[in-house]
């Protein structure tokens, strides 16, 4: 069974940084896009940054300048180093990816989910 996992969400203090990470478990042949989503309750579910294979990341505004994406193919692993957090920045932050578990057939999972807090 194919999972993601999410891991380094927490409370933190406006300003500081913070990482997340996902890892890709499982059986499976390839990882395409590993991309970070967040998601503030009542509100819809908004990408954050995207992790294109090539090297090249999409942001959204909302983040540029402060957040980084990167992944480490050979951990099958994909961060996020978020610096200079703000309050609104608060949200559970959700990993996605792009999972070839078949020749010819590939679906998107998402993980659990990982609480990030910025609060003074």
């Known amino acids: 069974q194919v999972r993601l996992v999410e891991s380094g969400g927490g409370l933190v203090q406006p300003g500081e940084s913070l990482t997340l990470s996902c890892t890709a478990s499982g059986n499976f042949i390839s990882l395409g896009f590993m991309d970070w989503y967040r998601q503030v309750p009542g509100h819809e579910r908004e990408m954050v940054a995207q992790s294109v294979y090539n090297g090249r990341a999409n942001y959204a505004d909302s983040v540029k300048g402060r957040f980084t994406i990167s992944r480490n193919n050979a951990k099958n692993t994909v961060y996020l180093q978020m610096s200079g957090l703000k309050p609104e920045d608060t949200a559970v932050y959700y990993c996605?990816?792009?999972?070839?578990?078949?020749?010819?057939?590939?679906?998107?999972?998402w993980g659990q989910g990982t609480q990030v807090t910025v609060s003074s």
């Open positions: 996605t990816a792009l999972i070839m578990t078949d020749p010819g057939s590939q679906s998107t999972y």
